[in-house]
């Protein structure tokens, strides 16, 4: 790393509240905890930056302070906030939190699609005015689904969704077929011809320049009229206005959001009070225990650069995601 | 059977809608199809009663007049309705829809646990007031269902619940190891025993003597405060009173419930209000496309009664349920 041997690194920690269990990663560091207004006088000197406060807007603004800085992590699958020109150029490597979510993510969108197929929000309200109302409802079995995004949580969400009896295809960078969870994965430039077929379209993908705004009013009017949209992805997949649009006019059937453009999706938004639209406040991954399940992913790559050894989830900045390929240690320790 | 050849036979159908596709029936019968009323007048020579309208409890009061009656159908998977002594004593065959419902059944209890463990009524219930509040929420992988109920309902919910990543353990007449769907299943008079094992109970048993009332106070006193009870059986499984007790006195955590001792449930239950209580209306198996898939088992039943081959489906009257052993041709055509 890039401190004199015997000194202990700096390590900024962005966020009001302080991680789990973080004694042991304090005994090894000069810790600075600051919130957002406190970053740029907490970088110079800093070595090491952990984005706990993964909604942070903050590190671009602050980043021409971050003078000596080797590596960013993030508590987060996500990355998309700190892929702006100033980290993506630099020598500085940045780690996710690849693997935490994806189980979690996977059991809400299950959630979500048999919600849609067996119309609980209707039932509920029927419920709450206590009428008793008899209805038919879907079978999930055979469904189509379609999964935008192939890393580890879209990859997560199709096993779920295939051993629910759905039948599942995916959207990545590249098309391929025989793929173990997905079958065939699509390319993203043919997602417009996979729509149609799909009943169930969910959004798990990094939110990166070539992802971004994907799901527009051309990508809904190509959905069938029956199909519901699940985004766990980021809300900036989505053209909101559009998807407005879409559910207003039958275009689609209907969406599970969890994810928005802007969080907390504003008091006025029309998504709030749609029928057969389901909004969640960015919660699908936060299982009881992520905390010190993230925490837990921090220290191990603390661990990791303090003794040199090959960091996990080094994200491939010109992709956006990490490609599941260790960094060399050398990439952790460049500047000694 | 008991008509001379030639003759058509006299099939009386129990419901006051006709069943889709019913034309060949009719070909081949001289129907009469009656409401609960109606049925003592239409009962004298008939040879066969499909029992369409399958929540009608007016057989055992019409019975007496079922004179030359050979076979019983009805379609649903329970046959509570017809466990009366004249049908149980007698010759008359008893067939059920056993298969229909199975999958779409299964798919209503993991979308019940599923709404449970992430909370979805609570997201709702916040949408609804228009408000932002994140929340952490439940895993259901490594979770223990305890599914009572070991025939091809309950199969089919252990195999669903099963590859969500949920660890499954049944209940059934005669304990049993290395079962495919439950691996173990634990005798009916073990259930106490089992109960306070399980993150989620969910009853799917046939009503019988033996079954009913089951799931009382001293049942619900033994579960987990945490545990969720999912009913997709019959109402008469639980004792009311017990269960709002304990869903009251927070003994267990939560109920959704598809079946009730009266359908349609009283507008004064305190069911309808209970926080953690989801009420839906005997509608769990009833998936599009299910009258179809009824009125189909019973044509094909028809074709073999006609035909003096074994029938499907055939009740054990002394348990309540079919075993799955075909009846013997002479059982279809006893009385010739």
């Not at 000596?68 to 702006?84: C, K, Y």
């Not at 993510?105 to 849609?116: N, Q, R, S």
């Amino acid at each position: 790393m890039a401190t004199t041997p015997g000194d202990r690194p700096v390590l900024v920690v962005l966020g009001s509240s302080r991680p789990p269990h973080f004694e042991q990663v304090e005994e090894r560091a000069e810790v600075r905890q600051v919130d957002d207004a406190g970053l740029p006088k907490a970088f110079p000197g800093a070595d090491a930056l952990f984005v706990w406060d993964f909604l942070s807007h903050a590190v671009p603004d602050a980043w021409p302070h971050a003078g000596r800085l080797r590596w960013v992590h993030i508590a987060s699958a996500g990355v998309d906030t700190l892929m702006f020109d100033g980290l993506r150029d630099s020598d500085v490597v940045l780690t996710n939190s690849r693997g935490v979510f994806d189980g979690a993510i996977a059991e809400y969108v299950l959630g979500a699609v048999l919600a849609f197929a067996k119309d609980l929000p209707a039932t509920l309200e029927h419920q709450r005015a206590g009428r008793w109302r008899h209805r038919e409802t879907e079978r999930v079995a055979g469904k189509r689904a379609l999964v935008v995004g192939s890393g580890p949580i879209g990859r997560a969400i199709a096993r779920l969704l295939r051993a629910a009896g759905l039948r599942v295809a995916g959207v990545g960078r590249r098309a391929r077929s025989g793929d173990p969870d997905f079958g065939d994965v699509h390319a993203a430039d043919e997602l417009a011809a996979c729509l149609p077929c799909a009943d169930y379209v969910i959004c798990a993908a990094p939110l990166t320049d070539a992802t971004r705004g994907m799901f527009d009013a051309d990508a809904f009017a190509v959905m069938q009229r029956s199909a519901r949209f699940v985004n766990v992805g980021r809300g900036a997949h989505v053209v909101t206005d559009d998807l407005v649009t879409a559910l207003a006019s039958g275009e689609i059937a209907g969406a599970a959001l969890d994810v928005f453009e802007a969080e907390p999706l504003p008091r006025d938004s029309a998504l709030w009070s749609m029928p057969n639209v389901m909004v969640s406040p960015h919660m699908s991954g936060d299982f009881i225990g992520w905390e010190s399940a993230l925490a837990e992913v921090f220290a191990d790559n603390f661990q990791r650069w303090l003794s040199s050894q090959p960091l996990r989830n080094v994200v491939d900045k010109t992709l956006g995601y990490p490609t599941g390929r260790p960094a060399a240690p050398h990439q952790a320790a460049s500047g000694e």
